[in-house]
């Protein structure tokens, strides 16, 4: 793998916490040495577009570089033990990764696309989301469901979540096409983490989140080594 595929030695870390729910949300700077292994296995893949009931607005490509995996699964554990939210009990593991390029304009978005989504209730899934190419790209923004006050859909609130977010639009037909960046009487901005090239964010899978997209000019392009480009790793923990 060569130097590409090496743990930086400016790497740092903070942890956040988002929201009046307080989730924690780690953010890791500097991960790599360099990207530029990650973007050439992007260069040279062919994507495809998500499933219908899919949330990524764009192209994907499945990642499975054991060593980049690994590295994954490894800086999490170390940082959750050093800061004592797990025990040596807890371990990591990578269930799919993905290479995620943003292409879709948002005249083309489906409405599910153009609000705050989950990724799942389960309450031992991480999302890691890491920034590869260089450039002034939209981050990733943290919303708090303002009729239930939910900020994590979790097993015992996905009923109520589903049924209210229901409810509400059919007493507030959908109107909006496009990137959710402003708060509205139906969900509220409460974080946003900035893109910086090679950073990781690692948040719960059940905390509403979506892409922060202001300027869609800069953010969609069609080349893996020009567009935001992204790797979409799911973690799982288990008592060993």
Known sequence: MGINMELSNELSYKLIEVGSEKTVVIVIDNFLKSTQHLVDLATNNIYQKPPENCTYPGVRTPL?????????????????RKQGVIDNSISFKVD??????????????????CIPHFDGPEQNRLAVLHYLNEGQFGGTAFYRHIPTK???ITPDRVSNYVNSAERFAKEHPFTHKGFFTESTNHFEIIDVID???????IYPTSILHSAFIQDTE????LAPQKGRLTVNTFVSTARI
């Open 96 to 113: 799919e990764s993905t290479l995620s390029l943003l292409t879709t304009k948002e005249k083309d978005l489906d409405p599910n696309q």
């Open 195 to 201: 893109y910086v090239a090679n950073r990781l964010v």
């Open 64 to 80: 499975n570089d054991p060593h980049y995996l690994t590295l994954i699964s490894n800086i999490i554990s170390d940082i959750y």
């Open 218 to 221: 800069k953010n969609i392009n």
């Open 150 to 152: 939910f900020e994590n």
